[in-house]
Structure formats: C-alpha cells, structure tokens
C-alpha cells in the first residue's frame, strides 16, 4: 500500500485540525499520524489504498470549518505496514 507524507500550510493549528484529520482518516481506513510542528504547519503520514488516501487528501486541503489551508505538499514515502491511526506530539 502506498504510504504518502503531507505537510498542511496555513491556519491549521489551534482550529481542531489534527482530530479532523484523524476521523477523516479513520473513515476512509487509513493508517499514519498527524502532528503539529513548530513552524505553524500540520504534518501526516498516511497510509492505505489509493482511493483512501485521496479522501485524506481532499479532506486536508480544506480541513475543518475554522481552518484556512494555503496549501498541501504530498510526498510519497516507503510504506511501513502501519494500520490505525493517531495523534502524535508536537515537533
């Protein structure tokens, strides 16, 4: 399965974005993490099928009613068999 790391720009922080993106995640069956990050950005890894993750996507680039995503960069990245999905600390 394909593993895909993205960093969220924009209003993201403070605005429930990270637990958004985990029931977003969660529904579509995807696995990862999403953390915020010093520099004002939201950070995930995803991992699942390729119609899964692009719900995740889609999702982050709009995120939760009070945010404002300036943009989204995708990376992909070696999967790791991760299944779940969860909040991590801050960077």
């Excluded at 680039?61 to 299944?83: D, K, L, M």
Aim: glycine content about 14%; proline content about 3%; hydrophobic content about 35%.
């Amino acid at each position: 399965m394909p593993r895909l790391r993205l960093r969220i720009h924009g209003r993201v922080q403070g605005v429930g974005f990270r637990y958004g993106m985990q029931r977003a995640a969660l529904d579509a069956g995807v696995g990862g993490w999403v953390r915020n990050r010093r520099d004002g950005t939201v950070e995930a890894e995803l991992e699942g099928d390729a119609e899964g993750l692009e719900r995740v996507r889609a999702w982050a680039a709009s995120g939760t009613r009070a945010a404002h995503v300036t943009r989204v960069e995708v990376t992909e990245i070696p999967p790791t068999g991760e299944s779940g999905f969860r909040t991590r600390e801050s960077e």
